[in-house]
Nanobody
Framework: QLQLVESGGGLVQPGESLRLSCTNS????????IGWFRQAPGKEREGVSC????????TYADSVKGRFTISRDSAKNTVYLQMNSLKFEDTAVYYC???????????????????WGQGTPVTVSS
């Protein structure tokens, strides 16, 4: 089973930045579109961003456009989510997921090819 591992979360103040990482030690991520999701306390999981297997196409939720940037480094088998100008409402546990079809990633399908991992918590607080 494809299992991804998220890291990079932490406690930051509003306006600060974080970079999240998503990787897998047993499989190459190169053939998959990768999506980032988040789940805030008491809320459903929501899609944040998606990147195609080539890295050439990206999508973002309206709430993070202009502040978050998704990218991938094939040599490091890692997908990143650079989060700038963080807001209180960005507080959540962040997850990544792999998709064989970009369209499913781009529409933030709740059923990815990979298993859901533990996520990495991001807390924005003053």
């Amino acid at each position: 089973q494809l299992q991804l591992v998220e890291s990079g979360g932490g406690l930051v103040q509003p306006g600060e930045s974080l970079r999240l990482s998503c990787t897998n030690s047993g499989f190459t991520l190169g053939g998959y579109a990768i999506g980032w999701f988040r789940q805030a306390p008491g809320k459903e999981r929501e899609g944040v961003s998606c990147i195609s297997s080539s890295g050439g196409v990206t999508t973002y939720a309206d709430s993070v456009k202009g502040r978050f940037t998704i990218s991938r480094d094939s040599a490091k088998n890692t997908v990143y989510l650079q989060m700038n100008s963080l807001k209180f409402e960005d507080t959540a546990v962040y997850y990544c997921a792999a998709y064989a079809v970009f369209g499913r990633c781009a529409t933030f399908s709740p059923i990815p090819r990979s298993n859901w991992g533990q996520g990495t918590p991001v807390t924005v607080s003053s």
